[in-house]
């Protein structure tokens, strides 16, 4: 007994709190950013961060083990050549957790304020090729203020609840879940009877497009619907008229 | 009794031998009581070159060299080498994040004086196989690439008193590193080439 409770004592105390790092051993994360129009999009930043929660050991506390702590560390950092394209070096961590990169980060000198952040999430997830993980190809959006105008013409004793959904203009890909990275952002307004019009005002990525859901309501839904609308290119106004 | 003129030439050369012998003898003797072994300690500025990621993506520090080495001889002394400097990373795209890494060698040497051991003016020059580590840490982690190290030296030295001198030494290192890569950075990666000159002190043991 007395030797089991030894054991378990020092299986605490040696328990990993942070990353650890493989020996002599080094990755290579390679990848390519362009435009909407897929030229090379050069001198944009891209951080790659290794994470994972470890047991916080707190000896002499009771039950004795602390609760989960994230440990995060900065583990490579490069910038887009002339032909858009990065190859950053990496330590290998060796403790279980993600690495994650992100492209064009708001905290980097070479951050471009009108273009998206993209976050490259569970790059392990990839299988990797002699030590290689090779990245496709990201597209970096133009962020614009949109304008969404709502008009209608008929019924004005009508309240109108509608709902915008359009893209973030901060991308992420989840690579463990490559189907699933549909995330969006959700705006509500509402029309109330004798208001003829609506303009909501948003950020967005250029060339999207919003997806509106809304209902008529008068005593009860008197309609109900979702449509898509693209934006006018110029003046990046989404127009609908109800 | 007459000696007959062979018995004089083995007499003549029996002595003459002898008389050599003894005064080789008399003369290790001294030598030896002279000066047994030497340590010197130096501080180094460290230079790394060519196409390696030691060369192009650190900038390395001051660090410094410890040597000690025993006579084996009228002019070979064997020994050992420690060699520390610490490096900050330049380019960290091409290495990886590190806060800081340390570089330590550990060698054998056997070394040959170009001079004698017990003049005032020292030329030695010698080599030897080792181990190197880089020392990486990140955070609060710590991680370590190891290397088969040669090291070969040209030191000369100037004895300021019976057991103290000055010492000027150029060291060059050779390491071979385990680093496991991509392929295309297997080059980059494996071998790194270090020239060290230092300045120090040396002490002699008597």
New interface residues.
């Given amino acids: 007994m007395k030797y089991a409770f030894s054991v378990v004592l020092l299986m605490i105390t040696i328990t990993s709190c942070?990353?650890?790092?493989?020996?002599?051993?080094?990755?290579?994360i390679r990848g390519a950013v362009s435009d909407v129009e897929n030229a090379p999009f050069a001198d944009v930043s891209v951080e790659v961060y290794a994470s994972g929660n470890f047991l916080a050991p707190r000896l002499f506390i009771p039950p004795f083990f602390g609760s989960l702590k994230n440990?995060t560390?900065?583990?490579?950092?490069?910038?887009t050549n002339n032909r858009g394209s990065?190859?950053?070096?990496?330590?290998s961590p060796?403790t279980f957790g993600v690495i994650f990169a992100i492209v064009n980060d708001e905290e980097s000198s070479l951050y471009k304020q009108d273009h998206t952040s993209i976050l490259l999430n569970e790059i392990n997830a990839i299988e990797p090729n002699?030590?290689?993980y090779t990245l496709p190809k990201f597209e970096l959006q133009k962020i614009v203020n949109a304008t969404f105008i709502g008009t209608r013409s008929e019924n004005n004793s009508d309240t109108i609840e509608l709902r915008l959904q359009y893209p973030p203009i901060q991308k992420m890909i989840d690579f463990s879940n490559i189907e699933g990275n549909s995330e969006s952002e959700l705006l509500f307004e509402k029309l109330l009877p004798e208001e003829n019009s609506t303009n909501i005002v948003f950020k967005t990525l250029q060339h999207s497009v919003v997806i509106l859901s809304y209902k008529r309501i008068n005593k009860g839904i008197v309609e109900e619907k979702e449509v898509e609308i693209s934006a006018n290119s110029n003046t990046n106004r989404y127009e609908y008229e109800f | 009794m007459s000696m007959s003129f062979k018995h004089i030439v083995v007499l003549l050369a029996f002595s003459m031998t002898s008389h050599m012998m003894f005064s080789q003898q008399k003369e290790r003797t001294s030598s030896y009581y002279d000066v047994l072994g030497e340590m010197g300690v130096s501080f180094a500025l460290p230079l790394a070159y060519g196409q390696n990621f030691l060369s192009e993506a650190y900038t390395t520090d001051i660090g410094f060299s410890l040597r000690g080495m025993v006579r084996v001889d009228k002019n070979w002394l064997l020994g050992a080498n420690f060699g520390y400097f610490g490096a900050e990373v330049s380019k960290?795209?091409?290495?990886?994040?590190?806060d800081n890494t340390s570089i330590l060698h550990l060698h054998a040497l056997v070394a040959h004086s170009f001079l004698k051991v017990e003049s005032n003016l020292g030329v030695r020059s010698g080599i030897g196989p080792g181990y190197a580590k880089y020392q990486?840490r990140?955070?609060?982690?710590r991680?370590?690439?190891?290397a088969f190290s040669l090291l070969a030296f040209i030191e000369v030295s100037y004895r300021l008193g019976k057991t103290v001198g000055l010492l000027l030494n150029f060291e060059h290192y050779w390491d071979f590193?385990?680093?496991?890569?991509?392929?295309?950075?297997n080059n980059f990666?494996r071998r790194t080439q270090i020239f060290s000159p230092s300045i120090g002190l040396k002490f002699y043991i008597l």
């Fill in positions: 942070h990353l650890d790092y493989e020996d002599n051993q080094r990755l290579l440990d560390d900065l583990i490579g950092r490069g910038t990065f190859e950053i070096t990496i330590p060796e002699s030590l290689v | 960290v795209e091409q290495v990886g994040n590190m990486h990140l955070d609060r982690a991680f370590k690439d190891t590193l385990a680093i496991d890569s991509a392929p295309s950075q990666f």
